[in-house]
C-alpha cells in the first residue's frame, strides 16, 4: 500500500538549513508529483510547492521561494526538502503529500528553531 | 492567491446528528479544462489531514457515504450526516485549480 515515511524531528539554530526526507513506497513514485506543505498552529495549511519526480520539474508558492528547495531521489523513491536561513516563523510541522489530489500524507517533521 | 474562507469556524454537533460546512473561494474554481478541483479533508488530533471527498463530489476511496460534498463555481459544502465519534477533527478545503494551491482556514466539528 502507498505509504509516505517522514524523517524525524529537527532542533535547528536560527540562521541554519535543514533538509527534510520523504521515503515513499507502494506507487509509482517517478510519475507521481509530491507536494511538501507547512502547518503551524492556528490551524492553518500552507503549500509550500510541488516537484515531478519524473524530471524534477517544480512549482513554488512565491512565498517559500528563496526558502525552501525540493529534489527528489527516483533511485530510492524519495522526495526533499531544504529549507535556507531558518527563523522562527520556519517553525511548524512539515508534510509531504501525493499526488494532485494530496491524497496520501506523511506522518509530518516537526521542525523547531531555537538557539 | 485565491483565497478559502470556511465557516463555521467550530460546528458542535451530538452524535447520530448531521454537519453541514461551507467553503467559498474568491475567484471561479472552474479550470479551463471544465474540472472543479476542490477537496476536503479531515485531520483528526496528532494525525496528518486524510483525503476525504476530490473534485467537489467525489469520495475517496474507503470514505463512508455518510460524506457528501456538492457546490459549483464559488461554492461549496461538505455535509456529514449521523456524526460518529471517528470523524471529529478538523475540516479543510483546498482548491487545486489555481497556483498557488490554498486551503481554507479550517473547521473544527466537536462534539456538543
Known amino acids: 500500500q502507498v505509504k509516505l515515511l517522514q524523517s524525524g524531528a529537527e532542533l535547528v539554530k536560527p540562521g541554519a538549513s535543514v533538509k527534510l526526507s520523504c521515503k515513499t513506497s507502494?506507487?509509482?513514485?517517478?510519475?507521481?508529483?509530491m507536494s511538501w506543505l507547512k502547518q503551524v498552529p492556528g490551524p492553518s495549511i500552507e503549500w509550500i510547492g510541488w516537484i515531478y519526480a519524473g524530471d524534477g520539474g517544480t512549482n513554488y508558492n512565491q512565498k517559500f521561494k528563496g526558502k525552501a528547495t525540493l529534489t527528489v531521489d527516483k533511485s530510492s523513491s524519495t522526495a526533499y526538502m531544504d529549507l535556507s536561513s531558518l527563523t522562527s516563523e520556519d517553525a511548524a510541522v512539515y508534510f509531504c503529500?501525493?499526488?494532485?489530489?494530496?491524497?496520501?500524507w506523511g506522518p509530518g517533521t516537526m521542525v523547531t528553531v531555537s538557539s | 492567491d485565491v483565497v478559502m474562507t470556511q465557516t463555521p469556524v467550530s460546528l458542535p454537533v451530538s452524535l447520530g446528528g448531521q454537519a453541514s460546512i461551507s467553503c467559498r473561494s474568491s475567484q471561479s474554481l472552474v479550470h479551463s479544462n471544465g474540472n472543479t478541483y476542490l477537496h476536503w479533508y479531515l485531520q483528526k488530533p496528532g494525525q496528518s489531514p486524510q483525503l476525504l471527498i476530490y473534485r467537489v463530489s467525489n469520495r475517496f476511496s474507503g470514505v463512508p457515504d455518510r460524506f457528501s460534498g456538492s457546490g459549483s463555481g464559488t461554492d461549496f459544502t461538505l455535509k456529514i450526516s449521523r456524526v460518529e465519534p471517528e470523524d471529529l477533527g478538523d475540516y479543510y478545503c483546498?482548491?487545486?485549480?489555481?497556483?498557488?494551491?490554498?486551503f481554507g482556514g479550517g473547521t473544527k466539528l466537536e462534539l456538543k
Open positions: 483546498l482548491q487545486s485549480t489555481h497556483f498557488p494551491r490554498t
Open positions: 503529500a501525493r499526488g494532485q489530489y494530496f491524497d496520501f
Open positions: 507502494g506507487f509509482t513514485f517517478s510519475t507521481s508529483y
